[in-house]
């Protein structure tokens, strides 16, 4: 069964702080992996698609690797801003209709 | 666009009580889904759709009923809510089957059972 995992459940970091977040997943027999943006009460808003046979996508300050064979992502965020603060989700696409989601992070920059 | 839309916002429901729940999206996709979001476990996947008139359980389906009568709309159904089912329910919408293809996601309802 496919897991996802995402560490650390929440950060804190200054404003302009450079940072990574962390995506791991247990079967690599994945199409695709997507980083999401959640805002408290809202919904989610996809940030970076990395299709399997790739390796990152960069996306303005953001920048997303994939590893598969070590069962890794990261989601790196450069020269972080408030408006930066959200829950950043991972998720698996694994065919039919059924991402397959992490914990989440919950991200705050300090002004 | 409206993109995915859902209602209610919020609903509180007794034990017991039944209620749909409604999705609808304005980018005729084929394939729609319904997920549940409960504090520290991500979101797990109910049901979903990939056309009109075709339905498939998810992760997590027990308590929950999906029709997908048009390819606009997506109900979700709870015939009996218990507190088991309280929290947020997303619904979302993707074109195809592509792999570069990713989800549009409605703003969620929040449910309360109690």
């Known amino acids: 069964k496919q897991e996802v995992t995402q560490i650390p459940a929440a950060l804190s970091v200054p404003e302009g702080e450079n940072l990574v977040l962390n995506c791991s997943f247990t079967d690599s027999a994945i199409y695709n992996l997507q980083w999401f943006r959640q805002d408290p009460g809202k919904g989610l808003t996809s940030l970076l698609l990395?299709?399997?046979?790739?390796r990152e996508q960069t996306s303005g300050r953001l920048n997303a690797s994939l590893d598969k064979s070590s069962g890794r992502s990261t989601l790196y965020i450069a020269a972080s801003q408030p408006g930066d603060s959200a829950t950043y989700l991972c998720?698996?696409?694994?065919?039919?209709?059924?991402?397959?989601f992490g914990s989440g992070t919950r991200l705050l920059v300090r002004p | 666009n409206a993109g995915v839309t859902q209602t209610p916002k919020f609903q509180v429901l007794k034990t017991g009580q039944s209620m749909t729940l409604q999705c609808a999206q304005d980018?005729?996709?084929?394939?729609m889904s319904w997920y549940r979001q409960d504090p520290g476990m991500g979101l797990r996947l109910i049901h979903y759709?990939?056309?009109?008139?075709?339905?498939d359980q998810g992760e997590v389906p027990n308590g929950y009923n999906v029709s997908r009568s048009t390819t606009e709309d997506f109900p979700l159904r709870l015939l009996s809510a218990a507190p088991s089912q309280t929290s947020v329910y997303f619904c979302?919408?993707?074109?195809?089957?592509?792999?570069?293809?990713?989800?549009?996601f409605g703003p969620g309802t929040r449910l309360l059972v109690l």
């Open positions: 759709s990939v056309g009109a008139g075709i339905t």
């Open positions: 998720a698996v696409y694994r065919g039919g209709d059924k991402l397959i």
């Open positions: 990395i299709q399997s046979s790739q």
């Open positions: 979302a919408s993707r074109s195809g089957t592509s792999v570069l293809e990713t989800q549009y």
């Open positions: 980018m005729n996709h084929e394939y």
